[in-house]
């Protein structure tokens, strides 16, 4: 499957997927951050160890239904390391869907989405008119009563980065869930985002356009992100 290389769905899944390692070991102090790439054969490869998919279809595989037969020799060459990548994987998918947990469900599903919005920011059409139109700037993402805070920036020539914890500037616009279980809603797409500041489920202060425009690329991203439904 070298078609799939490099496109819109593999850049986002692949980012998806590392920002949520990142939380989970921040938050956990377990497992270990993942990089995913492709090699030049078109096997999707997992780092650090040895996690190894033979194509895009049978990593999607693994994904959507839990199990796909990965390469053996690469686990075989770094075990340790490969059995960390499995364990991180399985704890984060098994705490995005975890309802006894909100705090780091939403935590993971906004990390995941707007890591994903990175790529649809830079690949999707629709995407790069809605975002492109607005001058560099921090958007910071944060859950009333909860010590949670998620951030997007848009940088010079089209540049773009997210994370968690305290943005790299000042955010220029803001937007604050009223709590855990309106946050939950936008992560899982349930939450609509026009009646929810009239209802006084979000608030959205400083450029509002701004934040606009960032929430329709992570709302998009986010329902296509297949691990995560």
């Given at each position: 499957?070298?078609?799939?290389?490099?496109?819109?769905?593999?850049?986002?899944?692949?980012?998806?997927?590392?920002?949520?390692?990142?939380?989970?070991?921040?938050?956990?102090?377990?497992?270990?951050?993942?990089?995913?790439?492709?090699?030049?054969?078109?096997?999707?490869?997992?780092?650090?160890?040895?996690?190894?998919?033979?194509?895009?279809?049978?990593?999607?595989?693994?994904?959507?239904?839990?199990?796909?037969?990965?390469?053996?020799?690469?686990?075989?060459?770094?075990?340790?390391?490969?059995?960390?990548?499995?364990?991180?994987?399985?704890?984060?998918?098994?705490?995005?869907?975890?309802?006894?947990?909100?705090?780091?469900?939403?935590?993971?599903?906004?990390?995941?989405?707007?890591?994903?919005?990175?790529s649809y920011a830079k690949l999707d059409s629709n995407?790069?008119?809605?975002?492109?139109?607005?001058?560099?700037?921090?958007?910071?993402?944060?859950?009333?009563?909860?010590?949670?805070?998620?951030?997007?920036?848009?940088?010079?020539?089209?540049?773009?980065?997210?994370g968690s914890g305290e943005p790299p500037e000042i955010?220029?616009?803001?937007?604050?869930?009223?709590?855990?279980?309106?946050?939950?809603?936008?992560?899982?797409?349930?939450?609509?985002?026009?009646?929810?500041?009239?209802?006084?489920?979000?608030?959205?202060?400083?450029?509002?356009?701004?934040?606009?425009?960032?929430?329709?690329?992570?709302?998009?991203?986010?329902?296509?992100?297949?691990?995560?439904?």
């Amino acid at each position: 499957m070298n078609d799939i290389k490099d496109t819109l769905v593999s850049a986002a899944t692949f980012r998806a997927l590392e920002a949520c390692s990142e939380e989970w070991v921040k938050r956990s102090g377990k497992g270990t951050p993942l990089k995913v790439n492709f090699s030049d054969s078109g096997e999707v490869r997992f780092s650090p160890g040895g996690l190894c998919f033979a194509d895009y279809l049978v990593f999607l595989r693994a994904l959507t239904h839990g199990f796909a037969m990965p390469r053996i020799a690469p686990m075989l060459i770094r075990p340790l390391q490969t059995f960390r990548v499995i364990c991180t994987l399985r704890a984060f998918a098994a705490a995005l869907v975890d309802s006894e947990n909100l705090k780091t469900r939403v935590a993971l599903g906004l990390r995941g989405g707007l890591g994903a919005a990175e790529s649809y920011a830079k690949l999707d059409s629709n995407c790069i008119d809605a975002i492109g139109r607005e001058r560099p700037g921090t958007v910071s993402f944060t859950v009333g009563g909860e010590d949670l805070s998620m951030w997007f920036r848009i940088e010079p020539e089209a540049g773009y980065s997210s994370g968690s914890g305290e943005p790299p500037e000042i955010p220029a616009a803001r937007v604050c869930f009223r709590d855990l279980e309106v946050a939950c809603r936008a992560v899982d797409g349930k939450l609509d985002s026009l009646a929810a500041p009239a209802l006084g489920e979000v608030e959205v202060t400083g450029r509002i356009p701004l934040a606009e425009s960032v929430g329709y690329v992570a709302d998009i991203a986010a329902r296509n992100l297949v691990f995560a439904r």
